[in-house]
């Protein structure tokens, strides 16, 4: 099945104590992206990446990390997390496909950071 | 300003109800575009792409219109199974996807 999977699905952890997020997707997408989802806000992108070795910065990029090592990983770092990183965040998939390029979404992460 | 407004709503509407909902852009770079449906904080998922042409799906219409920058999501008949967060899209050659804040729409029996 077609998928992407994130781990852990719940975090709560305190502040300053680094975390990693992972993302996997089976589809050999060449595209991987990070979302953080805030009540009134919708998706801000994080990072994203257009292939292996390849990332760049999205909108909201401060106090995050991440990697692409192998094409179907993705992992989201936070090196020293705050409260105000406490958010619902999303990995998302994609390849182009004719003129659009959708992408998948993975179930989410709900991070809480005391 | 936002890249990609929305109304955030809600609209609740009757069973059987057609309703529209609009969304701006401000990127003319933009080259594609995407409705999204979301529900109760789980992933968006693809509701449908949207043509210059416009396009139809079953229920839905959605439509573009590049001169004054805005999208159109119309569904027909709605039903309760409807309810959800539409989220309007905006991509530039699958580098730069920017979502809208959500739409939601509520479907009353």
């Known amino acids: 099945e077609a998928q992407v999977t994130q781990n852990p699905r719940y975090l709560i952890t305190v502040t300053g104590k680094k975390l990693t997020v992972t993302c996997s997707q089976n589809?050999?997408?060449?595209?991987m992206s990070w979302y953080r989802q805030d009540p009134g806000l919708g998706l801000r992108q994080i990072y994203y990446s257009m292939n292996v070795e390849v990332t760049d910065k999205g909108d909201v990029p401060e106090g995050y990390k991440v990697s692409r090592k192998e094409k179907r990983n993705f992992p989201l770092i936070l090196e020293s997390p705050s409260p105000n990183q406490t958010s619902l965040y999303f990995c998302?998939?994609?390849?182009?496909?004719?003129?659009?390029?959708?992408?998948?979404f993975g179930p989410g992460t709900r991070l809480t950071v005391t | 300003r936002k890249e990609v407004e929305q109304d955030p709503g809600p609209f609740n509407v009757p069973e059987g109800a057609t309703v529209a909902f609009n969304c701006t852009y401000s990127n003319s770079a933009s080259q594609s575009f995407f409705w999204y449906r979301q529900d109760c904080r789980k992933e968006p998922k693809l509701l449908m792409s949207v043509y210059s042409s416009g396009n139809e799906d079953g229920r839905f219409t959605a439509q573009l219109n590049r001169a004054s920058q805005y999208i159109s999501l119309l569904i027909r008949d709605s039903k309760l199974s409807d309810s959800a967060t539409y989220l309007c899209v905006a991509d530039n050659y699958g580098q730069n996807f920017v979502f809208g804040p959500g739409t939601r729409l509520s479907v009353l029996p």
């Open positions: 589809m050999n997408h060449e595209y």
């Open positions: 998302a998939s994609s390849s182009p496909s004719g003129r659009n390029y959708e992408q998948y």
